[in-house]
């Protein structure tokens, strides 16, 4: 099988590496936007080659989505006339407006993952072969797919080590915007106000674990992220006004010297020692 992948970066170059290791898999090819990533993705061998759009679209028997949800879009317009028997994978971190948006043309092509995977790294050094072995990939709206291109994308990412999950785009976006979405948008807001208030010096001094590790996402890549928020504007809303009403409730108790509340408080957040 002949596997192109769009996209180069963290989740397009772990990807490759990953594929390049299968049976089922006799070469990876590479498109990217940006010369530099393509240059290297080929040098560090995260593909075999690279290749036009337009040749990926003739020779390639699956085709991977590994860019910005924004992009996703725009891409899928471009795809439509790809051979009935490609199959096109999208591996964004939203779906329902990524699937209300694929052309009647390629619908039965489309499938749509989302990865549960990545760091604060981008593009094609931050890639690594083990990214993706042991994580929970979401597949969306399966029944919209045709049945060969569904089975072919589970094989694919269960030969590369992932866990299927099934889900409806809706309740996907949805969940993603309290357990994925929302943390990025507390760390970006947590080192925005730090950097307001603190000098360099003392952030450099005094950060030890507790800062680092929620500032640490803060570093991601903001065209990626601001697209992700767009996309995902209700929910992430929704779930910004639920956490804004906790952090008031932990205030109130602060203000208030109400040590016992805020100690039960706090015992209720540790229950998450028992799922994770």
């Known amino acids: 099988m ?15 590496l990953a594929l390049k290791d299968m049976k089922l898999i006799a070469k990876v090819s590479g498109y990217d936007l940006d010369k530099n990533n393509e240059n290297d993705a080929l040098n560090l061998g995260l ?23 924004e992009a996703i879009i725009k891409v899928m317009q471009n795809l439509k ?10 591996l964004g971190s939203t779906k329902e407006q990524i699937l209300h948006s694929c052309p009647t043309e390629i619908r039965s092509n489309f499938v749509a993952a989302h990865p549960m995977a990545g760091t604060e790294n981008s593009g094609p050094k931050a890639a690594f072969k083990t990214l993706l072995n042991g994580a929970v990939v979401v597949v969306c709206d399966d029944k919209s797919a045709g049945e060969f291109h569904v089975k072919r994308v589970v094989e694919i990412l269960s030969h590369a080590g992932m866990k299927i999950v099934f889900m409806d785009s809706k309740s996907h976006d949805h969940h993603v915007g309290i357990i994925s979405h929302l943390p990025h948008v507390i760390s970006y ?48 809303v929704e779930a910004i006004t639920s ?6 409730i932990c205030e109130n108790m602060i203000k208030n010297e109400k ?18």
Not at 81 to 90: A, E, F, Q, R
Not at 205 to 228: C, E, T, V, Y
């Open 259 to 276: 040590w016992d509340e805020l100690k039960e408080w706090m015992e209720t957040a540790r229950a998450l020692r028992e799922i994770l």
């Open 243 to 248: 956490f804004k009403n906790e952090l008031e």
């Open 189 to 236: 807001s947590l080192v925005n106000s730090t950097l307001k208030e603190e000098n360099k010096r003392n952030i450099l001094l005094l950060a030890a674990g507790s800062f680092s590790g929620m500032a640490r996402i803060a570093k991601s890549n903001p065209q990626m992220w601001s697209d992700i928020f767009k996309q995902n504007k209700d929910n992430l």
């Open 47 to 69: 593909v075999d080659d690279i290749i036009s759009f337009e040749e990926m679209k003739k020779s390639c028997d699956m085709i991977f989505l590994a860019i910005p949800v």
């Open 81 to 90: 006339d790809i051979p009935s028997n490609t199959t096109i994978v999208d």
């Open 2 to 16: 002949h596997v192109g992948i769009i996209g180069l970066g963290l989740i397009g170059g772990s990807l490759g």
